[in-house]
């Protein structure tokens, strides 16, 4: 049992090399190569020792979207896709609402939206995942 676990431990510290991973995440990655029960204790492992943490990786993805002109719509389908927590999610989606106007603002005086119309900006923020409320609120500061 102690070379599953080895295996499973190798695996997951090259998987974790590459990219920070949800607890789900690497579980699925490791079901190849240790049974289900070795890879559990090996993720709650790694988990005690910070090694994975959904809501770590929430808040990181959170605020590289904000930063990268995404709102919390793409955070929220990001974090579904990384296969996140529910309650880690949920923290990194209630981070990007908070930095959501700041992020739409900083999206429309970037050359994304230079020559729009305030139509064709109302949709860049659609489509980049920012809230009805979010997009009303900054187009109404900037006109």
Not at 11 to 24: D, Q, V
Not at 26 to 42: D, F, I
């Amino acid at each position: 049992m102690d070379d599953v676990r080895e295996r499973a431990l190798d695996a997951a510290g090259k998987a974790l090399a590459r990219r920070a991973l949800s607890r789900a995440a690497l579980e699925s990655r490791l079901a190849g190569v240790a049974p289900p029960e070795v890879c559990a204790a090996v993720v709650s492992d790694l988990e005690r020792l910070g090694y994975v943490d959904d809501e770590a990786l929430a808040l990181a993805l959170a605020e590289q979207r904000l930063a990268s002109g995404w709102g919390p719509g793409r955070v929220e389908a990001d974090l579904e896709r990384l296969a996140v927590g529910e309650e880690a999610a949920r923290a990194g989606v209630r981070a990007a609402e908070a930095g959501e106007e700041a992020a739409a603002r900083a999206l429309l005086a970037s050359r994304a939206a230079a020559g729009r119309t305030p139509a064709q900006r109302l949709g860049l923020l659609g489509r980049r995942g920012f809230s009805a409320e979010a997009a009303e609120s900054v187009l109404g500061v900037l006109e």
